[in-house]
């Protein structure tokens, strides 16, 4: 199972236009709230996702959807302060503990490794919303300020009437194999000593994933790949993308380095990724379990 997948709430799109709807959900006794902030997301003692009273969590709640114990949303509880850029959600570290709760702020990474399944889904989905409303309190047409519409899934300007959607930015990543035997892998300067992983970059407009595939590997690695094959998709909380993963067969060139995006990128042996996958000695740092990229290099072994 991919991390961040598998969630298991009903979105609701068909009742979110209708206020008094969404007033009743927020009103009801089971409404429960997913909670995230600066610090991330807030997680049990028992290192659950904490799910707590809506009545509790204060701030404007979202709502995420609805399950079979009633509604459930997402809760901001460090809100954004007028004249201060807001931050995303931390992806690393932890916070410290909510006293009146009794919840604690992880960050996305710890969260992705560390939660059950389906909370992880929940969690991506509470984190992904919450960024992009920190992020859009201002109409991106006229400058002014924005409201939460449809429950959660919109802001709208009083002004000029736009109504602004969450975004969600396509990332295309892809496994580049030379046949059976070979992966070529780069890796950025920030990252562990010797850690490769897939190569990847954002969609742009106006391109097809094909293309973006295509464009992204010869920009970085200048070599040409064939048709890619599309093996699985995983949302993104950093801070809100879709990462959509290829195996795409190499054509031609040698791979080189290309401009400073990449500190090194080389071909891997079979062998080099099958110890690296069992925590083995090899020259290679496979990227952590919870990333698709490392879900690719087990599959291309299998
Ligand atoms: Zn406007």
Do not use: K
Not at 66 to 84: K, Q, S, W
Not at 93 to 118: C, D, K, M, V
Not at 284 to 296: H, K, Q, S, V
């Amino acid at each position: 199972m991919i991390t961040f997948t598998g969630e298991a709430l009903d979105r609701m799109a068909e009742r979110r236009g209708d206020p008094a709807w969404v007033a009743e959900q927020a009103r009801s006794p089971s409404a429960r709230a997913v909670l995230a902030g600066d610090a991330g997301v807030h997680v049990t003692a028992d290192d659950r996702l904490a799910l707590v009273p809506l009545g509790h969590a204060g701030g404007e709640p979202l709502l995420l959807g609805v399950d079979d114990a009633g509604p459930v949303f997402a809760v901001d509880v460090d809100a954004p302060v007028d004249g201060r850029v807001p931050p995303l959600i931390a992806a690393r570290g932890e916070g410290e503990p909510h006293a009146a709760l009794g919840t604690r702020p992880i960050g996305l990474r710890l969260a992705a490794a560390s939660l059950p399944h389906a909370d992880g889904g929940l969690a991506a989905h509470a984190a992904a919303l919450i960024n992009w409303h920190r992020r859009h309190r201002f109409c991106a047409a006229c400058g002014a300020p924005t409201a939460v519409g449809g429950g959660g899934i919109l802001r709208s300007c009083a002004r000029c009437g736009t109504q602004h959607h969450p975004r969600t930015d396509p990332v295309v990543i892809m496994l580049v194999t030379d046949g059976a035997e070979r992966v070529l892998l780069g890796r950025q300067r920030s990252w562990p000593p010797g850690r490769y992983s897939a190569l990847a970059g954002f969609v742009e407009p106006g391109e097809s994933l094909e293309a973006a595939v295509a464009r992204e590997v010869r920009e970085e690695a200048g070599v040409e790949v064939g048709p890619p094959r599309y093996m699985a998709s995983q949302p993104w909380p950093f801070p809100s993308s879709l990462m959509i993963a290829f195996v795409a067969p190499w054509e031609s060139g040698e791979p080189r380095r290309i401009d400073d995006e990449l500190d090194d990128l080389r071909w891997f042996s079979r062998a080099d990724v099958a110890a690296a996958l069992r925590g083995e000695p090899s020259p290679l740092a496979t990227p952590p379990p919870f990333a698709i990229a490392a879900r690719l290099l087990a599959g291309w072994l299998a």
